[in-house]
């Protein structure tokens, strides 16, 4: 499906968000990828053969620096 010189990760991948942006629409909260896969600005991302992915990313907050 990606037709880049550095082949976009594929839509089976866990690298998959990682893909060349193909339509943005912020105003509604998604992104295609080259790859075919939906990401949501709630990190949710829909895959092309239709099932679903939840937020599935680890979000570190900063640690606070004891004195």
Known sequence: MCAH???CPEATSEARDLAAVVSSHP???W???CN???LFDDDGELL???SAVGDHHVWLAP???SA
């Open 48 to 50: 092309p053969d239709g």
């Open 36 to 38: 075919g896969v939906v």
């Open 27 to 29: 105003e509604q909260g």
């Open 5 to 7: 010189r550095t082949p």
């Open 31 to 33: 992104r295609l990828l």
């Open 63 to 65: 640690q606070p620096v």
